[in-house]
């Protein structure tokens, strides 16, 4: 199976607060976990990515949680700010090639 | 350092027309990505090319999408004849290598009427 499934779609969240977005997969030879971030009219860009050999990786205020067992990852936004408003994609692949994409979730930060 | 270029930005073409894609990847970048990106969805993978050979094209349709990358740099992607369900936006990407981070270009968006 090649899926990886994202929820939710849309997400609203006050300034400051924690924006959390999961994501599920089911081939478990995925062994790369990246996160996009997309604005209207821009293609994706790299946000933060996961190897499975770690639980956690954090870049700043954004952070990856990762559950092997579970077939789970989940992005963490902390403080979010109105300059994060945007879409956000998981995707997971073997290798960092032929990504398989999540399908989006609309981040809404309210000032 | 310049990012992926493509273009044009936007295309509105009638249902059967053709139309052409144009991609410049990063400098030095070995591979080389097409992606269909429909509304409210992620990118989906078309076609991976490696220099200027194909690495998978099994996304493809191959009976209306072809795509070329022949001195191993700039590449084009064609559907011919167009449908309507071919509305999307078509996202480049390369990096160096098969395992190296992929960077985006701002896609071409095509309405099919």
């Known amino acids: 199976q090649q899926q990886v499934k994202q929820s939710p779609q849309s997400l609203i969240v006050q300034k400051g607060g924690i924006s959390i977005i999961n994501c599920a997969y089911e081939?478990?030879?995925?062994?790369?976990f990246p996160w996009y971030q997309q604005f209207p009219g821009k293609g994706p860009a790299l946000l933060i990515a996961?190897?499975?050999?770690?639980s956690e990786k954090k870049e700043g205020r954004f952070t990856i949680s990762f559950n092997k067992s579970a077939k789970q990852f989940s992005l963490h936004i902390m403080d979010s700010q109105p300059g994060d408003s945007a879409t956000y994609f998981c995707?997971?692949?073997?290798?960092?090639?032929?990504?398989?994409f999540g399908q989006g979730t609309r981040l809404t930060i309210n000032p | 350092e310049a990012g992926v270029a493509q273009s044009p930005r936007y295309k509105i073409i009638e249902k059967r027309q053709s139309v052409a894609f144009w991609c410049n990847p990063i400098?030095?970048?070995?591979?080389l990505y097409w992606y269909q990106q429909i509304l409210g969805q992620g990118p989906k993978l078309l076609i991976q090319?490696?220099?200027?050979?194909?690495?998978?094209d099994s996304q493809l349709p191959k009976d209306r999408f072809s795509a070329e990358r022949l001195k191993g740099v700039d590449s084009t992607l064609k559907i011919q004849p167009a449908k309507l369900e071919d509305s999307a936006v078509y996202l480049c990407?390369?990096?160096?290598?098969?395992?190296?981070?992929?960077?985006f270009g701002p896609g071409t968006r095509l309405t099919v009427l």
């Open positions: 990407a390369s990096s160096l290598g098969n395992y190296n981070e992929q960077f």
């Open positions: 081939n478990t030879a995925f062994d790369y």
């Open positions: 996961i190897r499975p050999d770690v």
């Open positions: 995707a997971a692949s073997k290798g960092a090639q032929k990504l398989v």
């Open positions: 400098s030095g970048h070995a591979t």
């Open positions: 090319f490696q220099n200027n050979g194909v690495v998978d």
